[in-house]
């Protein structure tokens, strides 16, 4: 079966730490999507990144870095000097297929990291 | 460009009622998809439409319905409602069944 495993179910940090969200996936398909995407208090979903199983170089943007790494499963999301405004919820989620009876491009979410930077 | 929109942003429904989401899609958009999220929960995958077809469901019962228009907007339809129906309900537009799924603000329903 597919699933999306965040072990962290909360972190706190102080304002200016790194932090680092972690997220393991299970799927049997070899051509699938990771996601990462941010939901602040008022509820919206907001995409971060979408990286393809067959790109495992990592990716940089700005205080955001991502680490994927298909030989442990894990998709893990890195915040660099984190900030007040980064407080919020982060889901990290696996795209599904058609090959396992599921529908091209739904989207397996974790439950999610809440993470809360104090000033 | 304007974003994915949802109405309305709040509902309150008594059990047995039934009740329509609204979704419009992002410019150029064809797919939308439906989730709902419990407390606390990572967002549950209802159904998906692609070019005014269901291209997919998730475990929810039929009671759980829904239509997407020639303009690609989409309604959610649940009937008979249950007081476990009570979450926040996403919508999502992508340029085609596989691209990047942009999200809506959501609409909060809460069933007494």
């Known amino acids: 079966a597919q699933k999306v495993t965040q072990a962290q179910t909360e972190i706190s940090v102080v304002e200016k730490e790194d932090v680092t969200l972690d997220c393991v996936y299970e799927?049997?398909?070899?051509?699938?999507?990771l996601f990462w995407y941010k939901q602040p208090p008022s509820g919206e979903l907001v995409f971060l990144i979408r990286?393809?199983?067959?790109?495992?170089q990592n990716e940089i943007s700005g205080r955001y870095s991502w680490n994927f790494q298909k030989s442990t499963s894990s998709f893990n999301f890195t915040i660099t000097a984190s900030q007040v405004v980064d407080s919020a919820v982060y889901f990290c989620?696996?795209?599904?297929?058609?090959?396992?009876?599921?529908?091209?491009?739904?989207?397996?979410f974790g439950k999610g990291t809440k993470l809360s930077v104090k000033p | 460009e304007t974003g994915v929109t949802q109405s309305p942003t709040h509902l309150i429904k008594t059990r047995g009622q039934q009740v329509t989401l609204r979704c419009s899609s992002q410019?150029?958009?064809?797919?939308v998809s439906w989730y709902q999220q419990a407390l606390g929960q990572g967002p549950q995958f209802i159904f998906q439409?692609?070019?005014?077809?269901?291209?997919g469901r998730g475990n929810f019962p039929p009671r759980f319905s829904g239509l997407q228009f020639p303009n690609y907007s989409s309604e959610l339809n649940v009937n008979a409602l249950e007081l476990d129906d009570s979450a926040l309900y996403l919508c999502?537009?992508?340029?085609?069944?596989?691209?990047?799924?942009?999200f809506g603000p959501g609409t909060r329903l809460l069933v007494l």
């Open positions: 410019s150029g958009h064809n797919t």
């Open positions: 799927t049997r398909d070899t051509t699938y999507y």
């Open positions: 990286r393809n199983s067959f790109d495992e």
């Open positions: 439409y692609y070019r005014e077809e269901e291209n």
């Open positions: 989620a696996l795209s599904e297929t058609i090959n396992y009876g599921g529908s091209q491009g739904n989207l397996i």
């Open positions: 999502a537009s992508s340029a085609d069944r596989e691209e990047t799924q942009y």
